[in-house]
């Protein structure tokens, strides 16, 4: 581990940029350069600028310079028995936690655990206007500021320089089980609907065209007495982080990649492709070469949004905003990024 406090070589950085005029594409590892749209702009690499600030798992609270690698970060919440428990993928090795806050990207466990945003207790950022500032704080008490810190989750670098965080963690259930029960996707998705309105310690719900996937998490007791009413096979749980790294086969069929978001008890969307249901029905991955208008006209119907995960199939990888949250967008870069230096585009062509 290299602990290393670059945030004034960042800072001096973004000054320059800001003097100048000069857009900055913000990146840490590049793992998921893919998403969103090309960035046009001098290189700003956090990578220097990386290491555990405070960590006492006690207090269920660790704050980290957002240069360090995920994985180690993963790693010394793992030797205290703790978790990230929005289980964030990785989508490659050389990934970072300011990757991880700047995608807001979380993996199968999210609907029953919280996203990566509801994890961040606060924050340090560097703005358009050269300062660096703290916000939220590093207990979870502490509520000041809370809501930008979590609306950084998520904000593909369009706000600014993210260079610490403070995150909430857990420790790790004490018991996991992983199951394949026999179910087409319609049956699985009304199974779902149902176990949803009672007390199973479900954690994870994926079906892969062929079968259910379950993970049931918690006490010893609460995941015998489930795995006794849900029956099923036993599964491998390396299948979780297959999904969440996007290794399983369906990823590599060559169609472009799509993720649906919607309402976890919408129907099956008929849809050219292939899907793969996550998130217990509430994220759909779908291998289609239909055009965008077309998918995204079939998930609006059911009150969702589809974002294209190929890069550069698509002119507007994120679903288009509505003129409302448009304009919400428009005010809160100018508020952070007056000058508009930060990863310009890279969500929406107009910000």
């Not at 800072?11 to 969103?36: H, Y």
């Not at 990230?84 to 989508?91: D, G, Q, S, V």
């Not at 502490?142 to 998520?154: E, F, I, K, P």
């Not at 996550?278 to 779908?286: E, H, K, N, P």
């Amino acid at each position: 581990m290299h602990d290393f406090d670059a945030s004034a070589a960042l800072l001096e950085q973004v000054n320059q940029a800001l003097n100048s005029s000069t857009p900055l594409r913000i990146q840490g590892g590049n793992s998921k350069a893919f998403l969103g749209r090309k960035v046009v702009g001098e290189v700003l690499d956090t990578r220097a600028h990386r290491g555990i600030v405070s960590y006492d798992p006690t207090e269920l609270v660790i704050t980290v310079r957002t240069g360090t690698p995920l994985a180690e970060l993963q790693a010394v919440l793992d030797a205290a028995g703790q978790m990230l428990t929005c289980e964030p993928p990785h989508l490659g090795a050389t990934a970072t936690v300011g990757g991880m806050l700047a995608t807001g990207l979380s993996g199968p466990r999210r609907p029953w655990a919280g996203a990566v945003r509801d994890m961040v207790l606060g924050t340090r950022l560097i703005t358009g206007f050269g300062k660096q500032l703290r916000f939220g704080g590093e207990v979870m008490k502490n509520v000041a500021g809370y809501d930008l810190s979590r609306l950084l989750a998520g904000s593909f670098g369009c706000l600014g320089v993210i260079t610490e965080v403070s995150l909430k963690v857990l420790p790790k259930p004490r018991q996991s089980l992983s199951l394949r029960l026999q179910l087409d996707a319609e049956h699985a998705l009304a199974k779902l609907s149902e176990w949803g309105q009672q007390p199973l310690p479900i954690s994870a719900a994926s079906h892969d065209g062929q079968a259910l996937h379950l993970r049931l998490e918690g006490g010893e007791g609460s995941v015998a007495a489930a795995r006794e009413r849900l029956g099923g096979e036993p599964l491998d749980p390396l299948y979780w982080q297959q999904l969440n790294e996007q290794e399983l086969p369906f990823f590599r069929d060559p169609r472009p990649l799509w993720r649906l978001s919607l309402a976890n008890n919408s129907p099956l969307l008929t849809l050219p492709g292939e899907q793969l249901i996550d998130w217990g029905g509430a994220q759909r991955w779908l291998k289609s070469s239909a055009s965008a208008e077309a998918i995204r006209t079939a998930v609006a119907a059911v009150g969702g949004h589809a974002s294209c995960y190929t890069a550069g199939h698509c002119d507007s990888p994120f679903q288009p905003l509505a003129a409302p949250l448009l304009h919400y967008h428009r005010q809160l870069k100018a508020q952070l990024d007056p000058q508009g230096i930060f990863n310009p585009g890279r969500m929406y062509a107009e910000v």
